[in-house]
């Protein structure tokens, strides 16, 4: 039987990556919602700004809120800033790990040091969360969604770094649910398709020709639009939460694979053609 969350009155919320995007949104609805809701990111300007919309939409003014700087890369930053974050705000009854961006860009152009950050910031930043934040949640129960992509489970031309981390967040998530069911915490992997978030457009500075004709059947979702999909698969306990499109491109990658390269192909090869 799955874990669910139906009522998120009162339920302490953690967004890694909620000063901007989908962290940003998913950390709105929340609370108005009736959560209380603490965001991390490493930027204190867009923190403070984002805890300002936190706060704009709360069900209840009893309801708390707070920011706390950190980047999810170092590990012992993310320990000494959750361990503040559990002794000043209490144990998370629900974890979203959003934090992530991507720049595409053919494989010989990515260097060492830009797969070294990916890696760093989506695989080992999940890690390190979790891994600070799992003996509390332990003794309570709870939830953990790992926000990852469409390109978790479909290699994309152009994304060679990118699709590796979100890759290795879907192998790792299916771990933690496994794990995690005897301690009553659910676990969720979101893949959204392309969101209309300030990432996207840094994202689209780098794309080749390739990269934007065949994600172009992708999509593009409004990450208000994302946010409601993500926590509506917590409140039905979904493992995989796909909207949108990528519940069709999901489904045909998984059951047609042959299907799904032969339209990629057929767009990559038009775009060169110019």
């Known amino acids: 039987m799955s874990i669910k969350v139906r009522d998120f009155n009162g339920k302490n919320v953690y967004v890694v990556g909620g000063s901007s995007g989908l962290g940003l949104e998913t950390a709105k609805l929340l ?32 309801q708390r809120s707070a920011f706390k700087q950190m980047d999810v890369s170092v590990h012992d930053e993310v320990v000494r800033v959750m361990e503040e974050a559990v002794g000043e705000f209490g144990v998370p009854d629900i974890l979203i790990n959003s934090a992530g961006r991507a720049y595409p860009d053919y494989f010989e152009n990515i260097s060492f040091e830009q ?92 794309k080749p020709p390739e ?30 939460i796909t909207p949108g499109s990528v519940k069709m491109i999901h489904f045909m990658k998984r059951h047609f694979p042959w299907l799904v390269d032969m339209v990629v192909e057929r767009d990559i090869a038009k775009a060169r053609k110019g």
């Open 31 to 62: 609370s108005r919602l009736g959560a209380n809701v603490i965001i991390f990111a490493r930027g204190k300007e867009r923190l403070e700004e984002g805890l300002k919309q936190v706060d704009a939409g709360k069900k209840r003014a009893s």
């Open 115 to 206: 797969f070294d950050d990916t890696m760093k910031t989506h695989i080992y930043g999940i890690w390190n969360t979790v891994s600070a934040l799992l003996p509390h949640m332990k003794n309570r129960g709870g939830y953990i969604v790992n926000v990852t992509s469409a390109l978790g489970f479909m290699g994309l031309f152009g994304y060679s770094d990118y699709c590796s981390s979100k890759f290795a967040i879907n192998g790792f998530t299916e771990v933690l649910r496994s794990e995690l069911k005897p301690y009553k915490i659910g676990v969720s992997v979101f893949c959204p398709p392309d969101m209309n978030t300030p990432g996207f457009e840094v994202e689209n500075r780098t």
């Open 211 to 240: 990269t934007v004709a065949a994600s172009e059947s992708g999509g593009l979702m409004e990450p208000e639009e994302a946010a409601e999909a993500l926590v509506e698969g917590i409140a039905k306990g979904k493992f995989m």
